[in-house]
């Protein structure tokens, strides 16, 4: 009998745990690295190289990917004899928010929102009161104790928030220490707080094989995922 395996970034550990329970609907779960993001060449090769490692077990018919666009790191991905199934999303957030339309619908109405969830602070490296001791030790490793060169860099990701005025945190289950440190994360950074709560909709409906094509793309042994220019964000191209 054929089962489900799911390679999944591990922003979702948490949700994974609480929604699997003693019994998960997958045979096997593979959580690969969350910095992952930040490489896609890198993410794309690790995505490859465990479904190939996954469909060596002749119980494994299906491969859930749980990822959105992020940087395009699965343009390219194929199947060998599996096949493959994701979530039409943009990202981690789509996906906790129930799908792209409410993703899209919250940025419409502020569109100086920067999402937070469990996963995504986990290492600290969101905007708040942890960020600039990350970067200073990761830019000092880089480039040596230079001063100058580091508070340049500084400066500039704190541009890069600039255009933010809000900070919406988003979360499945209830997650007391996640949401108290996302909201001390907006007053470091002098932004509104709100807690979105999110929908499972999405991740329940790929574990359950309710397949909608309009809300998850199918990919075939012969075919790989490539991007589309038509809304739907990703297809299955020979």
């Not at 096997?28 to 996954?54: F, K, W």
């Not at 997650?175 to 999405?202: Q, T």
């Amino acid at each position: 009998m054929t089962g489900h395996a799911v390679i999944a970034c591990d922003v979702f550990a948490e949700e994974l745990r609480l929604l699997g329970g003693e019994h998960p609907p997958w045979r096997v779960l593979e959580l690969l690295e969350m910095g992952l993001h930040d490489r896609p060449d890198e993410l794309r090769r690790e995505i490859q190289n465990t479904i190939h490692r996954l469909e060596n077990d002749p119980c494994v018919g299906t491969v859930l990917l749980l990822y959105g666009l992020c940087g395009n790191g699965l343009v390219g991905v194929r199947p060998g004899r599996a096949r493959l199934v994701l979530p039409r999303a943009h990202d981690c957030i789509s996906i906790l928010l129930g799908g792209c339309e409410q993703h899209s619908k919250v940025l419409a109405g502020e569109p100086g929102t920067y999402f937070y969830s469990p996963g995504w602070i986990r290492e600290k490296r969101v905007p708040g009161p942890d960020r600039e001791a990350h970067l200073r030790k990761h830019y000092g490793e880089r480039f040596g104790d230079d001063p100058e060169i580091i508070e340049d860099l500084l400066e500039a990701d704190r541009e890069a928030f600039s255009h933010h005025n809000r900070a919406a945190y988003v979360d499945l289950f209830p997650n007391d220490e996640a949401e108290a440190y996302s909201r001390a994360c907006a007053h470091c950074m002098g932004w509104r707080f709100e807690r979105l709560r999110g929908d499972p909709a999405l991740l329940r409906g790929l574990f359950a094989k309710e397949w909608d094509p309009a809300r998850y793309l199918l990919v075939e042994p012969g075919q790989a995922i490539t991007l589309a220019h038509d809304g739907t964000l990703v297809q299955a191209r020979p």
